[in-house]
C-alpha cells in the first residue's frame, strides 16, 4: 500500500494542531452540511443569516468569508449583491464541496489558505464573515491581526461561534448537548464520530465571547456581542477603527 499514514484526531487547543484539523475537516467534508442542519434542527441557517445581517452596508461591498467551509456564507452573499467575495479556508475538500451552491461567473476568489497568512492586500475588503471556524485556528491573536490587516477603516468584522459560556446555566446547557447529542449524532451522519468528540472539545479550550471581544479591542476594534437563540451560538461585531499599526503579540492565556 501506498500513502502516508492518517494523522491522528486533532487536541483541542493544541498549538500544533492545524495538520490534524485540517485533515479531520477534509474527512467530513462530503456530509458536514447535513450534520450541521442536524444537529441545530436547521437553526444554523438563521443565525447565518443575522450574522449577514450584522455586516450591514458592508455585506455589499468586498467580503471576505473566512474559514469558509464549503461556502454557505459566500453563497448568501453573492446572492445579496456583493462586489465580490474571497472565500478562505484551509481544508481543499470543504471548499470543493461548497463550489456547487455558487452560480456560474460569480465574483468570487477561492483560495486554500491559513487565517493566520491571509492572501489578501491590506485594506482590500470592507467586511469579514467567520462562521464557526476560528476555534480551529492555532494562535487565535494572528487570526484576529490580519483581519484587522485586511479591513478598511470603517469596515466589519462579525464572528459566529460556539464560545465557551460564561454562567453556570449556559454551561451545563451546553455541555450536557455537546457531550451527550453531539458526537453520537455527528458520528451517525458522517461516519466520523471523533471529529464531533474534537468540535465539542474546541468549545471547552476556545475564549468566552467576553474574552474574545477583548481580544478585538486590543486590536484596533470597537466590538460588542450577542447571543443567539437558543443561547449556544453568539455573534460578535468588531467595527474596524482608524488604521494603526498592530502589534501582534500572543497574550499570555489565549485559548
Known amino acids: 500500500m501506498s500513502g502516508a499514514p492518517p494523522l491522528p484526531p486533532p487536541v483541542a487547543g493544541a498549538p500544533d494542531r492545524a495538520p490534524q484539523v485540517r485533515a479531520m475537516f477534509d474527512r467530513i467534508a462530503p456530509r458536514y452540511d447535513l450534520a450541521n442542519r442536524v444537529l441545530s434542527l436547521g437553526l444554523d441557517r438563521w443565525w447565518r443569516r443575522q450574522a449577514l445581517a450584522a455586516l450591514k452596508e458592508c455585506a455589499r461591498g468586498d ?114 448537548y455537546n457531550r451527550l447529542v453531539v458526537p453520537t449524532v455527528g458520528g451517525l451522519v458522517t461516519g466520523f464520530r471523533d471529529a464531533y468528540a474534537y468540535l465539542t472539545d474546541s468549545i471547552d479550550a476556545f475564549a468566552t465571547r467576553a474574552e474574545f471581544e477583548e481580544m478585538l479591542t486590543r486590536f484596533g476594534f470597537v466590538a460588542r456581542g450577542r447571543d443567539m437563540f437558543p443561547p449556544v451560538a453568539s455573534l460578535v461585531v468588531g467595527i474596524r477603527q482608524e488604521a494603526t499599526i498592530v502589534q501582534v503579540q500572543a497574550p499570555e492565556d489565549e485559548p
Do not use: Y
Open 63 to 176: 467580503v471576505l468569508d473566512l474559514c469558509a467551509g464549503t461556502l454557505d456564507f459566500t453563497a448568501a452573499l453573492v446572492a445579496g449583491g456583493a462586489r465580490s467575495v474571497h472565500a478562505v479556508d484551509f481544508s481543499q475538500e470543504m471548499l470543493d464541496a461548497g463550489r456547487a451552491k455558487l452560480p456560474p461567473g460569480a465574483e468570487v476568489t477561492i483560495t486554500a489558505a491559513d487565517a493566520r497568512a491571509l492572501p489578501l492586500l491590506d485594506q482590500s475588503v470592507d467586511g469579514v464573515v467567520c462562521g464557526f471556524g476560528l476555534r480551529n485556528v492555532p494562535e487565535l491573536h494572528r487570526a484576529v491581526a490580519e483581519c484587522a490587516r485586511v479591513l478598511r477603516p470603517g469596515g466589519r468584522l462579525v464572528v459566529l461561534d460556539f464560545f465557551q459560556p460564561d454562567g453556570a446555566v449556559g454551561r451545563l446547557l451546553q455541555g450536557t
